[in-house]
């Protein structure tokens, strides 16, 4: 899970608390309806993130939630978060179940959209998009297809390893084994990134569902806009957008090259049977992909220039003094692996530094310090 960080407590586990013999609560990372995040410590593999489910349920809805890990331990993918452990712990309003997993310092691709106040730049937006693709995969090539349900810019997250970026897919609590019959699964997730079948019918979310919603995710970051938006909120269940015709990415973002841009419209149709029909087909397509060279992202609009200016400016020391906490840490023996994750932590929200910080970051993750 991300490094997204919202708090240094959270409501049912507090810091320092002890899970049990190994694991010891860091502090909180986020918290979802369902679910707080935490991140611990584990005494021998180091930083894992926490999922602590919020509320008592009934024996057959808990199991329902260790679903997710059930789910995680069978898919191994270097773009599938890793799951390492579940059971239940005491809180502060009584025993709850858990689930930990992979710590990914970098953040969600909302942190990367953020970053960058608009577009990202196209070839980090393709890179994404094939190993998202590549990830998902994995679960629609199952006998019985694993559907994930809630894909978003949440659910996607980024960090950086000795190759460069590393995506990860998260946040399976919704995912589903297809119905052997219909393939299909019922409805649920974000509305923002659902697609017009299962809006119009509640049912029928199939792996051709999550391949529109990994297209709603890079249209986003190629544009900083949502597919079919047209000024109405795309968080309604109106299917009145979708009568209106598709903007290619292009439209908004000229470094867009042409096989970019069919990839992603396809992947948007609004009939099911037009789109890719998995993400084994999107990510054969994607892996020719190359952005031009010295390509930029689509400008933002002069606010939110400003903005990001501003926060740069009034977070510049504090991300300084990470930044350089980090180094020193990296020179104790035993926390160059920390040392990369707070590094990591302290540029992912800057572009520029992340850029100024990246051969160092996926030096020390090799294990070299240089």
């Known amino acids: 899970m991300s490094g997204d960080t919202t708090s240094a407590e959270g409501t049912l586990l507090t810091r320092g608390q002890r899970i049990n013999s190994a694991l010891v609560v860091d502090r909180r990372l986020g918290e979802g309806a369902f679910a707080e995040v935490y991140r611990v410590r584990h005494h021998i593999l180091g930083w894992q993130a926490l999922k602590l489910f919020k509320h008592v349920a009934s024996l057959e809805a808990t199991s329902r939630m260790f679903d ?3 789910i995680l331990s069978t898919l191994g993918h270097p773009n599938i978060i890793r799951v390492f452990d579940a059971g239940t712990v005491q809180t502060s309003e009584g025993v709850r179940g858990y689930i930990t997993m992979e710590y990914v310092a970098g953040g969600s691709l909302e942190r990367l959209v953020a970053s960058h106040s608009g577009a990202v730049p196209v070839g980090e937006a393709a890179a994404v998009l094939r190993q998202a693709a590549e990830g998902l995969a994995v679960a629609h090539e199952r006998q019985h297809p694993i559907v994930h349900r809630d894909l978003s810019l949440a659910n996607v997250l980024i960090t950086y390893d000795e190759s460069g970026l590393r995506v990860k897919v998260s946040d399976f609590g919704l995912a589903k084994e297809t119905d052997p019959g219909t393939m299909a699964a019922s409805a649920q997730g974000t509305v923002a990134y659902m697609p ?3 809006l119009r019918r509640g049912t029928g979310y199939s792996c051709a569902g999550d ?6 995710i890079a249209y986003f970051l190629l544009t900083d806009h949502f597919p079919y938006d047209g000024g109405d909120p795309v968080q309604s269940f109106s299917l009145e957008r979708f009568k209106r015709p598709l903007p290619p990415p292009s439209t908004f973002n000229d470094d867009v090259r042409p096989e970019l841009d069919s990839l992603v419209t396809d992947m948007l149709r609004t009939d099911p049977a037009d789109r890719p029909a998995t993400a ?3 990510a054969e397509r994607a892996v020719s992909l190359r952005p031009p060279p010295g390509a930029r992202p689509a400008r933002p609009g002069s ?5 990001a200016a501003e926060l740069r400016s009034g977070e510049q ?3 300084e003094e ?3 906490a980090a180094v020193e840490l990296s020179r104790k023996p035993g926390r160059l ?3 990369a994750n707070q590094l990591e932590e302290a540029v992912s929200r800057h572009p520029r530094l992340r850029e100024r910080h990246l051969a160092r970051l996926m030096t020390w993750r090799r294990g070299v310090v240089m």
Do not use: H, Y
């Open 303 to 307: 606010a939110a220039v400003q903005g």
């Open 280 to 282: 084994r087909e999107v």
């Open 337 to 339: 692996a920390d040392a």
């Open 317 to 319: 020391r504090s991300v």
């Open 322 to 324: 990470q930044i350089r």
């Open 68 to 70: 997710e890990a059930r």
């Open 196 to 198: 017009p079948e299962v």
């Open 211 to 216: 391949v529109w919603a990994l297209g709603t």
